[in-house]
Each structure stands twice: as structure tokens, then as C-alpha cells.
């Protein structure tokens, strides 16, 4: 059985369907089903998904007449066989890490609900959007309060952020209400969260969110957002009601009912505005020529870039550059190693690196040690000048470091799957054993 099953519904989408099954088929994270359900549609999105499912074996196409989203969605739900359960709408697409790293969090923290950042696109301008800055799992009770704050963001009311597990939507029989045309997806949400123990929020946008025609929010005028509101606001007292005793409740009731007065805001991509881009410079790209393939030259430059990309999304899930993230990951892999080691594997000086240890240092990532060396001396110098000793700064982790550290060897056992993806255990055996006597002679060259 799949370990995760992917929901897409369909309807008249036929200039942009292929890219969202594109991206999910382009996942580095393989061991999944995508069932597509066309919702009636009267274009050609029907006849894509067929062509999609003839050629992958991972793919499912589900026909039905239109009965809306939540019909489509919860036929797919009925037909899931996967461990954990992603949704994506037809508009929009995912980043190729995003299953893997939603799966990594669910079974790393050993939690019932994972919730991600996404990226909000606007025609050719992408920003991203989140709200939980907390970098460890959250109660039932401490994400009800969190969502208090702002619960009518997207963050918190859609599906395609999450990944669910399967057994406590087919334990509650949680489906969408398909007599509900608006914010189904946020009482879906309000009732899973009611079964779950513990949910951890990934700081890192892995979907991008196409505001497009049509939707809620383009129609969005205040009066239709307040009705849309009207229509939830009794799950959603209840909701907390089930949250919170009598008396927390009582207490809350102000900020609980505040809900009615917000705004359904999935935020903006306006040019100017801070943390929005041109789409396409989120994520690092390279330009893979033909005439780089088979040399030394082109060989360390892919590896090296593949890893900056997977440490990539550690800089951005704990708010680093990626530069304090290759940092990290040296400090990791060398169990604590000296300044000047340290500035040679980032290719900087002594002063430069100063400055980012200091930063490191201040968020209890790193901690540096100064001890006292004996030089190493000639047979022939003089007595006094072998007790001659000097000072060597080395650089190990701090006491803060510990989620990050996880992070890095996550992300580089990530690193080495993909590489090594579609190669069998004797084939990379046998590349460590010569790996490691070509870097046994590169060491031995570059110390004479």
C-alpha cells in the first residue's frame, strides 16, 4: 500500500491540470497514489487525467458528474489506500521536496497533523505566507488558540497546507459536507483537529496558491465574506466549546466570536511589498547543459548545488541564510571542527566567519572554545620554543542547535536517497569504498 495518497479534484481545468500533476509527479518522494477526480467537467481535464494514468501507475482517474468539490473529494477519500492523506486543488502547484518533507515531520515528531507555509502567486509575483512561528509540535489545545488569533487566514481553514493522517479520518468518518458551498474545507479542518493530539507547523512554503478567477476570495466582497462566515460561525463556536471547559470558554467567548469580524485574508504577491519575488526565484534553479556532463568540473558542481538545495530548506524552515545552514551542516557532519577549517570549507576569511559565529552564537546555535596548542616544532629548535603553544578557536554546536542538527542529517540522508535513487545497495557500496580512497588521495595531494 501507497504510504501517502494525493487528492486532486477536478473541474474545467484543463489549461492548468497538467502542471499540478506534473509537480506531484516530479515529488523526490516516490511512494504515493494520485487519485484525480474529474467533477463532470465539459472541457478536455477528463481525457488528461486518462493520459496521465495510461503512462504512471501511480496515478488514478476517477470519473463522476459534477456534484461540487467536496462530492469529488470525498469519492477520493473513500477509494485512499495511503497512510496519510495530501490534498492539491487543480490551479495550483507543490515544490518537488514538499511529501517528503510533510511525511518526514509526520513521523519524526510523531504527530497527527502537519501544517506548512505556502507560497501566495499573483501572475508572475510569488510571496510566502505562514502564521506559527513555533519550530516544535503544538496541543489541540495551543494550535485552537493560535487559530483564535487568526482564524479565518488560509493558513488554518484550507486543506492543501496539511497532511492528515488516514486512520483518524476513516476511525471519525471525516468527510467534507457537500451542502456547504463555503469554508467546508475550514469545518473539515475545526472537526480533524478536534481527533488530534499534537500538529506541527513546517516553517518552510512547499505549495503555491494560484488566486484565480472564480474563487471565494476574487469574489470577495465584505457582505459575501460575513455570510460565508455566518454559514461556519456555529462549528466553530462549537468548536471551541469542545476545546475549552465551561468556564475557559466563558472567558474566551470575546475573541471567539471576534471571528465574525475578520476578514477571509489569503494575503497578497504585490510588487514592492516585502518578501514578494518574481515566481521562479523562490527556490534555487540551476542551468543543466549537456556540455558540463562527464567531468570532474560538472561533477562537483551538480553534487555540491544539489546539496545546497536540500540545506536550502533547512535556511528556510529556521529562518537562516543558506550560508549558516552549509555552517551548520559542516559543524554537524565534523562533530565540531576550528574556525579555520571552517572558513576554508566556506571559502572565506577568519574576520568575515567572525561576524556569522557571532550571529550563530547569539541563537544558541553554535558555541566557540579557545584552547592553547603546543606548536609543532623541528627536532632542532630550541627547548624553550616547543613549549611555545597557540591559540585555536573550535566551533561546535550549541544548546539550541538540536532541531537544526536533526534537520541537517535529515535533509543530507535526503540528499544521498536522490542521488542514489534507481541504484542498487551493491552499486553504492561499491562507490563509497572508491569514494573514499579518491578522497583519501585528495586529502594526501592537498597536505604536501
Keep these: 500500500?501507497?504510504?501517502?495518497?494525493?487528492?486532486?479534484?477536478?473541474?474545467?481545468?484543463?489549461?492548468?491540470?497538467?502542471?499540478?500533476?506534473?509537480?506531484?509527479?516530479?515529488?523526490?518522494f516516490s511512494d504515493f497514489e494520485l487519485i484525480a477526480v474529474d467533477d463532470g467537467s465539459d472541457d478536455s481535464s477528463g481525457r488528461i487525467l486518462d493520459d496521465y494514468a495510461a503512462h504512471d501507475p501511480r496515478v488514478r482517474a476517477i470519473h463522476q458528474g459534477n456534484g461540487g468539490v467536496s462530492r469529488a473529494r470525498n469519492r477520493a477519500l473513500d477509494e485512499a489506500r495511503g497512510d496519510y492523506v495530501q490534498f492539491l486543488d487543480?490551479?495550483?502547484?507543490?515544490?518537488?521536496?514538499?511529501?517528503?518533507?510533510?511525511?518526514?515531520?509526520?513521523?519524526?515528531?510523531?504527530?497527527?497533523?502537519?501544517?506548512?507555509?505556502?507560497?501566495?502567486?499573483?501572475?508572475?509575483?510569488?510571496?510566502?505566507?505562514?502564521?506559527?512561528?513555533?519550530d516544535r509540535p503544538v496541543s489541540r489545545e495551543e494550535y485552537a488558540e493560535?487559530?483564535?488569533?487568526?482564524?479565518?487566514?488560509?493558513?488554518?481553514?484550507?486543506?492543501?497546507?496539511?497532511?492528515?493522517?488516514?486512520?483518524?479520518?476513516?476511525?471519525?468518518?471525516?468527510?467534507?459536507?457537500?451542502?456547504i458551498s463555503w469554508s467546508e474545507d475550514f469545518i473539515f479542518n475545526m472537526e480533524y483537529v478536534l481527533r488530534c493530539r499534537s500538529i506541527y507547523p513546517l516553517g518552510v512554503p512547499l505549495y503555491y496558491y494560484v488566486k484565480t478567477e472564480g474563487s471565494l476570495v476574487s469574489q470577495g466582497t465584505f457582505a459575501s465574506t460575513v455570510q460565508m462566515k455566518?454559514?461556519?460561525?456555529?462549528?466553530?463556536?462549537?468548536?471551541?466549546?469542545?476545546?475549552?471547559?465551561?468556564?475557559?470558554?466563558?472567558?474566551?467567548?470575546?475573541?471567539?466570536?471576534?471571528?465574525?469580524?475578520?476578514?477571509?485574508?489569503?494575503?497578497?504577491?504585490?510588487?514592492?511589498?516585502?518578501?514578494?519575488?518574481?515566481?521562479g526565484k523562490e527556490r534555487m534553479t540551476v542551468h543543466v547543459g549537456q556540455t558540463m556532463a562527464n567531468s570532474a568540473v560538472a561533477d562537483a558542481f551538480f553534487a555540491d548545488k544539489l546539496?545546497?538545495?536540500?540545506?536550502?530548506?533547512?535556511?528556510?524552515?529556521?529562518?537562516?541564510?543558506?550560508?549558516?545552514?552549509?555552517?551548520?551542516?559542516?559543524?554537524?557532519?565534523?562533530?565540531?571542527?576550528?574556525?579555520?577549517?571552517?572558513?576554508?570549507?566556506?571559502d572565506t576569511n577568519t574576520v568575515s566567519l567572525s561576524a556569522q559565529l557571532t550571529r550563530l552564537s547569539r541563537k544558541g546555535l553554535v558555541d566557540t572554545i579557545v584552547e592553547r596548542e603546543p606548536h609543532t616544532v623541528s627536532p632542532t629548535a630550541a627547548t624553550d620554543a616547543s613549549q611555545e603553544s597557540r591559540r585555536?578557536?573550535?566551533?561546535?554546536?550549541?544548546?539550541?542547535?538540536?532541531?537544526?542538527?536533526?534537520?541537517?542529517?535529515?535533509?543530507?540522508?535526503?540528499?544521498?536517497?536522490?542521488?542514489?535513487?534507481?541504484?542498487?545497495?551493491?552499486?553504492v557500496r561499491a562507490w563509497r569504498e572508491v569514494s573514499a580512497r579518491i578522497a583519501a588521495n585528495e586529502r594526501e595531494l592537498l597536505a604536501r
Excluded at 5 to 20: D, F, L, M, Q, S
Excluded at 97 to 122: K, N, S
Excluded at 401 to 411: D, F, G, M, Q
Design 1 to 28: 500500500m501507497p504510504k501517502v495518497t494525493i487528492i486532486v479534484p477536478v473541474y474545467n481545468a484543463e489549461k492548468v491540470v497538467g502542471r499540478c500533476i506534473d509537480s506531484i509527479l516530479a515529488q523526490d
Design 90 to 134: 487543480a490551479d495550483d502547484w507543490i515544490s518537488p521536496e514538499a511529501t517528503r518533507l510533510l511525511v518526514h515531520a509526520m513521523e519524526d515528531y510523531d504527530v497527527d497533523m502537519v501544517i506548512c507555509d505556502f507560497y501566495r502567486v499573483v501572475g508572475t509575483r510569488v510571496a510566502p505566507k505562514g502564521d506559527i512561528d513555533f
Design 146 to 179: 493560535l487559530m483564535m488569533r487568526n482564524p479565518a487566514d488560509f493558513y488554518y481553514g484550507v486543506l492543501w497546507n496539511k497532511l492528515f493522517r488516514r486512520s483518524i479520518l476513516e476511525e471519525h468518518h471525516l468527510r467534507m459536507d457537500p451542502d
Design 230 to 279: 455566518l454559514n461556519v460561525i456555529q462549528y466553530y463556536r462549537d468548536f471551541y466549546k469542545k476545546v475549552y471547559d465551561k468556564d475557559e470558554y466563558t472567558v474566551r467567548k470575546p475573541e471567539i466570536y471576534a471571528f465574525m469580524l475578520q476578514f477571509a485574508g489569503d494575503g497578497g504577491a504585490t510588487p514592492g511589498l516585502p518578501g514578494t519575488k518574481r515566481l
Design 307 to 346: 546539496l545546497e538545495r536540500y540545506l536550502d530548506t533547512v535556511a528556510t524552515q529556521f529562518g537562516l541564510s543558506l550560508a549558516d545552514a552549509r555552517a551548520l551542516a559542516f559543524v554537524t557532519i565534523t562533530d565540531g571542527c576550528t574556525k579555520a577549517e571552517l572558513a576554508e570549507y566556506l
Design 392 to 427: 585555536v578557536v573550535h566551533v561546535v554546536l550549541g544548546e539550541k542547535a538540536a532541531p537544526v542538527e536533526e534537520a541537517i542529517r535529515t535533509s543530507l540522508a535526503d540528499y544521498d536517497a536522490a542521488r542514489f535513487a534507481g541504484i542498487s545497495e551493491e552499486d
